[in-house]
């Protein structure tokens, strides 16, 4: 006799997302009813920032109640920091989120592509 590693279709569970990760209902209610904005991504989440020239990839390092510290990744290879108001509003492209308005994907700096 063997043990199997497969669950019976009966034990899977109902609040589960797809991947694994089980969302609450007021969790649904929130993503759903309210627009994103910057203070609702965590630290460590990757964003798109309009910067004065181009659009930049950067990453939440801190979130504050009144605002978030971005770190923003430069063409030449070094990094800054941004700080923008907590209640910015993102706008989703697909699952990226975008702050700023215009055309983003036209636009992206071009990174050093040696490394």
């Known amino acids: 006799m063997g043990t ?3 669950r019976p279709p009966t034990a ?3 609040d589960a ?3 694994g990760l089980s969302i609450s209902e007021t969790d649904i209610e929130r993503l759903s009813s309210a627009p994103p ?3 609702s991504l965590p630290v460590g989440a990757r964003l798109v920032l309009r910067c004065r020239a181009d659009w930049r990839a950067a990453t939440v ?3 504050e109640p009144e ?3 971005l ?3 430069s063409p030449t290879g070094h990094t800054y ?3 923008r108001p907590s209640d910015s509003p993102l706008a989703l492209d697909g699952g990226v989120p975008v702050l700023g308005e215009g055309c983003w994907r036209v636009g992206l700096a071009r990174y050093d592509v040696r490394w």
């Open 81 to 83: 920091r941004v700080r």
């Open 61 to 63: 390092a801190a979130s």
């Open 71 to 73: 770190n923003v990744a």
């Open 4 to 6: 199997t590693s497969e």
């Open 37 to 39: 904005t910057l203070g």
């Open 67 to 69: 605002r978030v510290v």
């Open 17 to 19: 997302a797809p991947g």
């Open 12 to 14: 899977v569970a109902h």
